[in-house]
């Protein structure tokens, strides 16, 4: 069974958490994610950076010390990249962000392509919370992105606790990386297909549901 509408690492994680909630707020969108003031900050962040890291403009004050991963990851020699849209169709071939064969898509926040290997990382405004599969997405979006290199590092760069995690992956790794993928895919499908959205509860119910209890009697508790 295949999806029906493009995917993101994102979009795959908020079903996982919750096949309930993603059906309120991505699919019918009867509910509105609020901003919180640490997403409010993450956008504000990862902006700053992007504007800093395109030569725009200065880094205001209180993200200044940031300025150093900039400076560090673009020193190395290749093409830069800054936010860069990747959509890939379902048989892994490049595509437009908005293109009607669209099947997954991901933004590459900075890094450097070279002529064997790409350097790619992600910024990150909260906790220290790795995440190899996201990592390994991010990997296999490079391979098809720049079919020229053999080699990807990609990584995270945790700003507030100051920490950086990486992992390096090969051309071999790919039919791997995407096989890891697909019963994960799978289970969205057939909850997109036949319409069935399970809630999931948990620790998130009480206070970091946007749901409310008329829409799920877990939500709050």
């Known amino acids: 069974m295949e999806l029906t509408k493009p995917w993101s690492y994102s979009a795959l994680t908020a079903f996982e ?12 969108k009867q509910v509105v994610e609020k901003q919180t003031e640490a997403t409010l900050w993450g956008n504000k962040v990862h902006k700053a950076l992007e504007l800093f890291a395109l030569g725009k403009q ?10 150093r991963y900039v ?6 020699e290749g ?12 048989d892994f071939r490049p595509t437009t962000w908005m293109a009607k064969d669209v099947w997954v898509r991901g933004i590459i926040d900075i890094g450097v392509v070279g002529s064997e290997t790409a350097y790619l990382l992600d910024w990150k405004t909260g906790k220290h919370r790795p995440d190899s599969d996201q990592l390994k997405l ?13 080699k990807v590092v990609t990584g995270f760069i945790f700003l ?12 071999k790794q790919l039919p791997e990386i995407w096989n890891d993928f697909m019963p994960r ?6 909850a997109s297909a036949e319409d069935k ?4 509860p948990s620790g998130l119910c009480k206070n970091w549901c946007p749901v409310g209890r008329s829409l799920c009697e877990y939500c709050g508790k």
């Open 160 to 171: 507030k606790p100051k920490k950086f995690e990486k992992e390096k992956f090969t051309r």
């Open 185 to 190: 895919l799978s289970r969205l499908a057939i």
């Open 197 to 200: 959205w399970m809630p999931k």
């Open 58 to 67: 200065p880094l205001p004050k209180e993200m200044q010390e940031y300025g």
């Open 17 to 28: 958490t919750c096949p309930k909630r993603y059906q309120l707020t991505r699919v019918t």
């Open 71 to 76: 400076e560090k990851i673009l020193s190395y």
């Open 138 to 150: 991010f990997a296999a979006l490079a391979f098809a992105k720049y079919p020229w290199v053999s």
């Open 79 to 90: 093409r830069r990249v800054v936010e860069e849209r990747v959509a890939l169709t379902k």
